[in-house]
């Protein structure tokens, strides 16, 4: 297993402390050091390449979100904090994930245990799928999804500024090919959360559709909570 040098930046001393013991917990995750401010950071990552970056939002002098937008080293990052309403920003500058404290372990672990996904051979090479359009197998390239709704023996595919497509497949069969940045919120609607635009606590906008989350996979769609 890979094992992955990670780096916390927090104002708050409790939430560093606890951020760390949360770290010393997980065996894959090597904690390089502890920082106040994105500054810090910021000249820590010129001399010191790390995998992952756990930081707070709201700090003096350099915001975590402010920070990442400009800074050219892109480690993976986790925004912690105590505040929901950054969730978007943090979504658009694809954060692996969005954590409102006070958090748990379990929570905490969850988020980590997607850095082996996200580096997972699948996610890596599945940039397309091939699906059958008029008799043929047509190639589809997943970063231009934004959602895709079941239709009885079809799916409908949503794309970015392009003419939507339909094909004679199932859920089920549909996602046993693409990668898990693609979420079921819906037994009719799985969303590419890479175009997720904002979010309410009932439903979703992907692109400029918003779209219902049913109850029954309300525990399976996280955004932060």
């Known amino acids: 297993m890979k094992t992955w ?4 930046a927090d104002d708050e001393p409790l939430a560093r402390e606890l951020i760390s013991d949360y770290v010393a917990k997980v065996p894959f995750l090597d904690l390089k050091d502890t920082f106040t401010n994105a500054w810090e950071v910021r000249d820590f990552l010129q001399k010191n390449p790390v995998d992952l970056l756990l930081i707070d939002i709201e700090m003096p002098g350099l915001d975590g979100l402010t920070f990442i937008k400009s800074n050219p080293i892109q480690p993976k990052v986790i925004f912690i904090t105590a505040h929901r309403k950054y969730a978007v920003e943090a979504f658009e500058v694809k954060a692996l994930d969005y954590l409102l404290k006070p958090i748990s372990f379990e929570r905490f672990l969850k988020a980590v245990n997607g ?9 890596q090479q599945s940039h397309h799928i091939f699906i059958s359009i008029d008799r043929q197998q047509q190639k589809l390239l997943l970063d231009k999804v934004l959602f895709i709704e079941s239709r009885g023996d079809y799916l409908k595919f949503v794309l970015e500024n392009e003419k939507p497509l339909m094909s004679k497949m199932t859920l089920k069969s549909l996602q046993e090919q693409i990668p898990e940045s693609f979420i079921q919120i819906h037994r009719s609607f799985i969303i590419n959360q890479d175009k997720i635009t904002a979010f309410q606590k009932e439903k979703v906008k992907v692109g400029e559709e918003w779209l219902n989350i049913s109850r029954s996979f309300k525990n399976q769609v996280d955004f932060g909570d």
Not at 5 to 8: D, S
Not at 115 to 123: A, C, K, Q, R, T
């Open 115 to 123: 850095l082996e996904s996200s580096n997972s051979e699948v996610n």
């Open 5 to 8: 040098k990670c780096i916390i």
